[in-house]
């Protein structure tokens, strides 16, 4: 041990004696300290790698997280605009109501002078169940487009905006039908 611990100041003859024995610790603490340092050292650096592996990893987790949060998103957008455009087709078609009974009716509810010059039946593409009616009635009268409106009524179609213009030999007729749907 006198080896490895031994005194800062020699013993001198006749000047003066050696450091007392407590001050042997001063040497052993410096030892320990540098022990000390080398192992904090280690630990710190191998707490370094630790930590910044960690970071990398935990960074592509979360880039990974990220771009499968984005398609998700994106693919749920995309199911919503087309459960949106399904929900509008589907109106669509409630309020589409076929026309071949309309033209049915306004065929049969000409009389034995009249006869029907034009027929145009035009549907509104946002709001299915408004037609655009275009009628021209050749020898007839207005008791004629009445009689046709009658019979129109009775498919519990409803008329908005209606136009008689009365030509020399013919009635032409706008409309708008109105599906009504109440009972």
Do not use: C
């Amino acid at each position: 041990m006198n080896t490895i611990i031994h005194d800062i100041k020699t013993e001198r003859a006749n000047v003066s004696g050696g450091l007392p024995a407590g001050f042997k610790i001063v040497p052993v603490s410096f030892y320990l300290a540098a022990v000390a340092t080398i192992f904090l050292s280690l630990y710190f650096f191998l707490s370094k790698n630790a930590y910044e592996e960690n970071e990398t990893t935990s960074q592509s987790q979360l880039s990974l997280a990220q771009s499968q949060k984005s398609q998700f998103i994106s693919q749920q957008q995309g199911i919503v605009s087309d459960a949106r455009r399904a929900e509008g087709f589907a109106k669509w078609l409630d309020g589409a109501h076929p026309l071949q009974p309309v033209i049915a009716a306004v065929g049969r509810s000409m009389g034995k002078d009249s006869t029907v010059a034009e027929l145009s039946l035009d549907r509104n593409p946002e709001i299915p169940a408004h037609t655009f009616l275009q009628l021209k009635v050749d020898g007839a009268g207005s008791t004629q487009i009445d009689t046709t409106r009658s019979d129109i009524y009775a498919l519990d179609y409803l008329t908005y905006s209606e136009q008689q213009v009365k030509g020399r030999n013919s009635i032409d007729f706008q409309a708008t039908l109105i599906f009504n749907d109440k009972p």
